[in-house]
Every structure is written in structure tokens, then in C-alpha cells.
């Protein structure tokens, strides 16, 4: 079956350190992969995609690339702002796109 | 361009009631997939919508049952509330043949 196991939190940082959020998917075909955010008392907004192995998504510094061979999609950002302080989902799109399969959300707290 | 709108904003309901949430989709979309996340965990499917027919589902019982009209709006009905439909209900459009889904920032479920 799908699913998506991501890195427990909650994750705090200094402003301007390095991000590592951890992703790993088991799925079934050739899924696609994201990272959303949520900020409180909001819905989710799509952050990065990648859509087939060896695929990097990238926007607004974060990056994440399709790691078929360990199937992994670890979000990564080279200095973090305090307006990054988030919840952060992985999640897959089955072959259909039909539906999402997310992690449990990764808490992120950037302090000045 | 108004996204995808979902009401009400909060509800509080007593357990055994029934309830309806709704949804209207982003301009130009005419899919509606809608999600429960409980407090702390990931986005679970609930189902999808298209045509006016329920297209895929996930793992919730009966008790969960939707609806789509011919102007692709939605509505997401819960019968004999339990407390652990407690939840954060998203709604998420799209237009069929493309991955590119627009929550929306969600329906905020009390059950007491």
C-alpha cells in the first residue's frame, strides 16, 4: 500500500540555520511527491513537488529531491526564517492523482 | 480569484447529532476531495467528487457521505457523531487531469 513516514517534531532552529526534514514513502506504481505547509489556523499550501526520480523541487529556498533508490524526499532549506515556523507535510499522489497520502506533519519553530 | 471556500469556519456539536459541512471550489475546478485531519496527525481521505459522483474513497465508515451539485460546489455530511470525529475537515479542488490541488483552510469540528 501508500504511505508516508516523515520525521517526528517538533523541530526548533535559530533563524538562519540549516533545515533537514526527513520523508520516506512506500508506494505502489510511480507516485508523485510534495511538501505542503501549514500555517495556524490554516489550510495546507503546496510548497514543492516532484513528479518522477531524480525530479528536485524547489521554492522559496526549500528544496526536495525524488530519491527513488531510497525512496525518500527529505526537505532541506540552507537558512531558515522565522517566518518559516510551520507545520510541514510530506505526502504521495497514487498513479490515479486521485488521492494524497500524508505524513504525520513535522512542527517547525524558527527562533530569532 | 477566490480559492476554495469552506463553511462554517467552527462548529460544536453533541455527540449522535448529524451534521454538514460545504465547500465551494477554486474558479475553474470541478473535482472536490475532502479530508479529515485530526488534532496532531496528517490529512486523512475521506473522498472524492466528480460529475456528481463519488469517484474514490477512503477508509471511513457510511456514516460519512457526501454530495456534489451541478456547479461542483460540495457538502460533506457526518450522522451519529462520535467524539472522535473531532477534527479538522479540509476540502481540496482540482481540475480533473491535473495534479494541482487548492485546500481550503478547513471546517473546525467539535463534537461534545
Known amino acids: 500500500g501508500n504511505s508516508v513516514t516523515q520525521m517526528e517534531g517538533p523541530v526548533t532552529l535559530s533563524e538562519e540555520a540549516f533545515l533537514t526534514i526527513n520523508c520516506t514513502y512506500t508506494a505502489t506504481g510511480y507516485p508523485s511527491l510534495f511538501w505542503y505547509v501549514q500555517y495556524p489556523g490554516e489550510g495546507l499550501q503546496l510548497l514543492l513537488k516532484a513528479t518522477k526520480a531524480d525530479d528536485k523541487g524547489s521554492n522559496k529556498g526549500f528544496e526536495a529531491t525524488y530519491r527513488k533508490e531510497t525512496t525518500s524526499f527529505h526537505l532541506e532549506k540552507g537558512s531558515v526564517q522565522v517566518s518559516d515556523s510551520a507545520v510541514y507535510f510530506c505526502a504521495l499522489t497514487s498513479n490515479t492523482g486521485n488521492q494524497f497520502y500524508f505524513g504525520t506533519g513535522t512542527s517547525l519553530t524558527v527562533i530569532p | 480569484d477566490a480559492g476554495v471556500t469552506q463553511s462554517p469556519t467552527h462548529l460544536i456539536k453533541t455527540r449522535g447529532q448529524q451534521v454538514t459541512l460545504r465547500c465551494s471550489p477554486k474558479s475553474g475546478h470541478d473535482t472536490v476531495s475532502w479530508y479529515q485531519q485530526a488534532l496532531g496527525q496528517g490529512p486523512q481521505f475521506i473522498f472524492q467528487?466528480?460529475?456528481?459522483?463519488?469517484?474514490q474513497r477512503g477508509n471511513f465508515p457510511d456514516r460519512f457521505s457526501g454530495h456534489q451539485f451541478p456547479n461542483y460546489s460540495s457538502e460533506l455530511n457526518v450522522n451519529a457523531l462520535l467524539l472522535g470525529d473531532s477534527a479538522l475537515y479540509l476540502c481540496?479542488?482540482?481540475?480533473?487531469?491535473?495534479?494541482?490541488?487548492?485546500f481550503g483552510s478547513g471546517t473546525r469540528l467539535t463534537v461534545v
Open positions: 467528487y466528480y460529475e456528481e459522483e463519488e469517484r
Open positions: 481540496a479542488s482540482t481540475q480533473v487531469g491535473w495534479y494541482g490541488y487548492t
